[in-house]
């Protein structure tokens, strides 16, 4: 079984400071990860995906993220944060095996950015 | 349409009540799910549609739950008899194929308050 595991409920950090989501996911198989976004009242949106290849990810709004096989991390970076980044950050698995691809969440990340 | 659409968004119901949400996936998507979010949690899977066939209900959660898509289109997930316990987010999702490293799209969500 696969499990995620977000080791921060809630970051707050100042306007355009960097900022560090921690994800850390479990599985017995190889996995593809997702980083997906929600804004309140919103569904969720996809920020970026790791398959395969570069282990450094680059997604929508300025968001990366890096892969790391060996600590079972797969962590959001953001240069330079803004206001309007304030939402809530779910960091996601499905297996390659997967013939669904049915995702499996971490319980989320609030990020607050304050002015 | 562009994007995954849900209604009702909202819905409130007394406990013991029989509700009913809809899901209108993006046009031509072969996979559909749905997860259930409670408050303050990552979203949990539900269950997968591939077409009208349902291939993995495993995360219902009781025998109240049931979920349909019988022309592989438009989906219904019903709830009878609701609890307390039913009260959460239920997101809908498709994508153009079952497969794990496939991006998901999602709706806005039924938010379900079982009184």
Known sequence: AQSVTQLDSQVPVFEEAPVELRCNYSSSVSVYLFWYVQYPNQGLQLLLKYLSGSTLVKGINGFEAEFNKSQTSFHLRKPSVHISDTAEYFCAVSTYSSNTGKLIFGQGTTLQVKP | ?115
């Open chain 2, 1 to 115: 349409g562009a994007g995954v659409s849900q209604s009702p968004r909202y819905k409130v119901a007394k406990r013991g009540q029989d509700v009913a949400l809809r899901c209108d996936p993006i046009s031509g998507h072969v996979s559909l799910f749905w997860y259930q979010q409670a408050l303050g949690q990552g979203p949990e899977f539900l269950t997968y549609f591939q077409n009208e066939a349902q291939l993995d209900k495993s995360g219902l959660p009781s025998d109240r739950f049931f979920a349909e898509r019988p022309e592989g289109s438009v989906s219904t997930l019903k709830i009878q008899r609701t609890q307390q316990e039913d009260s959460a987010v239920y997101l809908c999702a498709s994508s153009p194929m079952g497969r794990g490293n496939t991006e998901a799209f999602f709706g806005q969500g039924t938010r379900l308050t079982v009184v």
